[in-house]
Every structure is written in C-alpha cells, then in structure tokens.
C-alpha cells in the first residue's frame, strides 16, 4: 500500500534542496545537495511510485551515475577554487585543496566501473551491464589528462567538466543498452 505521506517527503525534500542549493553550495554542502537531488531522490521516489515501496536495489544503478556527476561537478569546482572563494563561496575542492582535489575527480571516474563489476560479481546486476566497460577509455583519458596537473598545473583541467560530461552520456548509453539486451534475453 503507497503512503502519500512517503512520496510527499521525498518530493519535499528534493524541493527544499533544489530551493536551497544556493546557500549550500556556499558552505560546501553543493556536492552532497546534487547527489540528493538529481540521483538519489527521483530514483527512490520514482521507484516507489512504481513499485509501491522504497526500492533500496535501485541504487545500484544510481551509484555509478551519480559518481560521473559529481565527477563534472567536482573538476568544475576545482578549475573554479579561485573565483568561487572571491565569491564567498566554499566547495568540497576547496576545503580539500588542488592536488587532492584532482585526486577525488580520478577517483570519480573510477568508481562507476568497479561498482558495476562488483554488482555483476555480487548477481545484483546481469554480466551484460558489463558493456558500460566501454567507456573506460574515454575514463582513463580523463584521468591522464587530470595527472597532467600535478605537472603543468590548473590550465591541464580546463575542459575536463565537458569531458567528463560526455563519459556520462557513453556510459550511461552502454550500460543502458547492456540491460536492455540482458532483459530482452
């Protein structure tokens, strides 16, 4: 049985973030916002109403993707630590610095692939959803290019957040069509 009351939470709750992400972003809390808002919410929330129940599983799915957009979101800010500090604002890069702040954005682009794999070896996802795997080359260009910083410094990151972004939308795509043949199947 649906209880109004759940969902009406979970949609408050994704407003009051949405309504609020201002303020957070100005105290370091803008990276836990996003996460909240833009995957772990609307994927309960959806789930729920589909299933009449909080679906814990889904987030298996969510994980992975929320990893790739805190990644755009992370280099973004860490491009960024000057002129969001003369904007008053803080960030999780900021409060980590440069070079361990390019570390997490590696880590990032990393994690969505081992959470996969370790789902496929735990049969919490089907073996298919391992096509995702193909979106680790652009994944490790990404991280060649992040190291390149701790060489040639801040201007090695410019275009990272775009980039970042399109390994979204290649993993999102492969790992999408890997289901769907494994459902099809």
């Not at 630590?81 to 803080?90: F, H, N």
């Not at 954005?105 to 391992?130: D, H, K, N, R, T």
Request: glycine share 8%; proline share 3%.
């Amino acid at each position: 049985m649906r209880r109004p009351r759940l969902l009406l939470l979970i949609g408050g709750a994704g407003f009051l973030l949405t309504a609020s992400y201002s303020w957070l972003k100005y105290h370091a809390l803008g990276d836990a916002d996003i996460i909240l808002t833009f995957a772990l919410l609307p994927v309960l929330g959806t789930a729920y109403v589909v299933r009449g129940a909080i679906v814990w599983d889904s987030l298996v799915l969510v994980l992975p993707l929320a990893f790739i957009t805190l990644s755009v979101l992370h280099i973004n800010n860490t491009v960024d630590i000057e002129s969001d500090a003369a904007a008053g604002m803080r960030s999780v890069a900021m409060l980590l610095g440069r070079n361990l702040s390019v570390r997490l954005y590696m880590a990032y682009q990393l994690l969505p692939f081992l959470q996969v794999a370790l789902s496929v070896c735990m049969g919490w996802l089907p073996w298919l959803s391992l096509l995702c795997l193909l979106a680790l080359l652009p994944a490790v260009g990404n991280m060649r290019k992040a190291s390149a910083f701790f060489t040639q410094g801040r201007e090695a990151l410019l275009g990272l957040d775009q980039q970042s972004a399109k390994l979204q939308l290649v993993f999102s795509l492969s790992l999408s069509i890997g289901l769907f043949i494994a459902g099809v199947l």
